[in-house]
C-alpha cells in the first residue's frame, strides 16, 4: 500500500540554520505530495504541496520538489528562525482527502 | 481561529467501556474526516463523513468503531469496547468542499483527542 517514510526527528538547529527534512514514499499511480506543519497547541496546516513530477511547492520560505525518479520530496528551507519550531508532517494522496502521513519530524530552533 | 474544535482534548477510559469523541467543523463546511495516530506511527485515515452521510469508511476497523455527522451538531466518533490498542491521538478535519487532489489547501485539522485505554 501506500506509504510515506520521514527522517526521525528530533531535529535541532540553530537560528539561520539551512534545513532538509527527507521524505521518500511509496505509491501506487500518481499521488499528490503535502507538507504539513504542526505548532505547539495547534492542529495540523498545510505548509506546501505538489500535484506532479517535478512541481516546487513554496510557502513561508519553504520548498520541496516532487521528484518522481526518487520518490522523495524534501523539505528545506535557506534560513530557519525559532517561530519555525514545529512537528512536520510529509504526506500523499491519490483521492485528495484520504492523507497518507508520515510519522513526523520534530523541528527546535534555537536562538 | 475559529477551526475545527474537538473534545475532549483528553479521554481516559477502562477497557470495556466506550469512548466517545466530538468534532466541530469550522463553520459552514459539511465534509469532515477522522484521522487516527497510533504510537510511534503516522496519521492513517480512517473515514470520510458528509452531513448524514458516510463517504468512505475504508480505514475504520471494521468492529466497534463507527462515526456520524448528523444534521444538527457535531460528528461524533465512537468506540465501544476500548482495548489497550486503541490508544491514540485522534484527529478531526473539515472542508468546505470535497477535497480533491489540488484542493488539499481546504482540509484544516483539529488539535486531536488524546485517548488513553488503561
Known amino acids: 500500500g501506500d506509504s510515506v517514510t520521514q527522517m526521525e526527528g528530533p531535529v535541532t538547529l540553530s537560528e539561520e540554520a539551512f534545513l532538509t527534512i527527507n521524505c521518500t514514499y511509496t505509491?501506487?499511480?500518481?499521488?499528490?505530495l503535502f507538507w504539513y506543519v504542526q505548532y505547539p497547541g495547534e492542529g495540523l496546516q498545510l505548509l506546501l504541496k505538489?500535484?506532479?513530477?517535478?512541481d516546487k511547492g513554496s510557502n513561508k520560505g519553504f520548498e520541496a520538489t516532487y521528484r518522481k525518479e526518487t520518490t522523495s520530496f524534501h523539505l528545506e528551507k535557506g534560513s530557519v528562525q525559532v517561530s519555525d519550531s514545529a512537528v512536520y508532517f510529509c504526506a500523499l494522496s491519490t483521492s485528495g482527502y484520504a492523507l497518507n502521513f508520515g510519522k513526523g519530524t520534530s523541528l527546535l530552533v534555537t536562538p | 481561529n475559529a477551526g475545527v474544535m474537538q473534545n475532549p482534548r483528553h479521554l481516559v477510559r477502562r477497557r470495556g467501556q466506550e469512548a466517545r469523541l466530538r468534532c466541530s467543523p469550522v463553520k459552514g463546511h459539511s465534509h469532515v474526516y477522522w484521522y487516527r495516530q497510533l504510537p510511534e506511527e503516522g496519521l492513517k485515515f480512517m473515514v470520510y463523513l458528509q452531513k448524514e452521510n458516510i463517504i468512505d469508511e475504508s480505514g475504520m476497523p471494521k468492529e466497534r468503531f463507527s462515526a456520524e455527522f448528523p444534521k444538527e451538531g457535531p460528528s461524533i466518533l465512537r468506540i465501544q469496547q476500548v482495548v489497550r490498542g486503541d490508544s491514540a491521538a485522534y484527529f478531526c478535519?473539515?472542508?468546505?468542499?470535497?477535497?480533491?487532489?489540488?484542493?488539499?489547501?481546504?482540509?484544516?485539522f483539529g488539535e486531536g483527542s488524546w485517548l488513553t485505554v488503561v
Open positions: 505509491a501506487t499511480g500518481y499521488p499528490s
Open positions: 505538489a500535484t506532479k513530477a517535478d
Open positions: 478535519a473539515s472542508s468546505p468542499f470535497a477535497a480533491g487532489d489540488n484542493t488539499g489547501n481546504t482540509i484544516y
